[in-house]
């Protein structure tokens, strides 16, 4: 069973940038499709980004498009998301997840907070 960690969430300034990691185990990732989603304080979460297995193809909500860059390295189970000009409705809990056919997987999630 794929098992997953983030890890890189932080407090930073408007403008600023983080780069989350994820970290898999457990199995390996190149089977799985990779995503990034958030949830911010009294919303639903959110798809941020998605990959596909070799990442040939992804996608980023509106909101970020620009912002924000996905990425996975299959050699080390890594996923990450770079996150640059940081704005404060970026604020919440981002979650990394992975999935291939009928198996899901979600991390513990990450908080980000960003201050005006």
């Known amino acids: 069973q794929l098992q997953l960690v983030e890890s890189g969430g932080g407090l930073v300034q408007s403008g600023g940038s983080l780069r989350l990691s994820c970290a898999a185990s457990g199995s390996n990732l190149d089977r799985y499709a990779v995503a990034w989603f958030r949830q911010a304080p009294g919303k639903e979460r959110e798809g941020v980004s998605c990959?596909?297995?070799?990442?040939?193809?992804?996608n980023y909500a509106d909101s970020v498009k620009g912002r924000f860059t996905i990425s996975r390295d299959n050699a080390k189970n890594m996923v990450y998301l770079q996150m640059n000009s940081l704005k404060p409705e970026d604020t919440g809990v981002y979650y990394c997840?992975?999935?291939?056919?009928?198996?899901?997987?979600w991390g513990q999630g990450t908080q980000v907070t960003v201050s005006s």
């Open positions: 990959a596909t297995t070799r990442s040939d193809v992804t």
């Open positions: 997840n992975a999935a291939v056919r009928e198996y899901n997987y």
